[in-house]
């Protein structure tokens, strides 16, 4: 024969579910704070360092770039393994 369960312990795990729940509806981040002088100097673009940035273009030609070579090794070794087996 089952007991039933006592009323504290129905209101317990009620309560345990509900903190579960309340922890997962606070938001990561925090609130909103106003930047201070030395966070905006941080994220001021520095002159100094801008030879050493990529720019998009030469970024995009190099990938491109990259996808051909890709695709020609691909491409002879392919012929190779083909040619090989027709020999034979």
Same mark, same amino acid.
């Given at each position: 024969?089952?007991? #039933? &369960?006592?009323?504290?312990? =129905?209101?317990?795990?009620? /309560?345990?579910?509900?903190?579960? @729940? %309340?922890?997962?509806?606070? #938001? &990561?981040?925090?609130?909103? =704070?106003?930047?201070?002088? /030395?966070?905006?100097?941080?994220? @001021? %673009?520095?002159?100094?360092?801008k &030879?050493?940035?990529?720019?998009?273009?030469?970024?995009?030609?190099?990938?491109?770039?990259?996808?051909?070579?890709?695709i020609?090794?691909?491409?002879?070794?392919?012929?190779?393994?083909?040619?090989?087996?027709?020999?034979?």
């Amino acid at each position: 024969m089952a007991f #039933p &369960r006592s009323n504290s312990t =129905i209101i317990s795990s009620f /309560r345990s579910r509900f903190q579960k @729940e %309340e922890t997962h509806n606070i #938001p &990561r981040r925090g609130y909103h =704070i106003e930047l201070g002088a /030395r966070e905006k100097a941080l994220l @001021e %673009e520095d002159p100094a360092l801008k &030879r050493f940035k990529s720019y998009k273009k030469s970024v995009k030609q190099a990938s491109k770039i990259g996808n051909v070579l890709t695709i020609l090794a691909v491409a002879a070794c392919s012929y190779e393994i083909v040619a090989v087996a027709v020999s034979k």
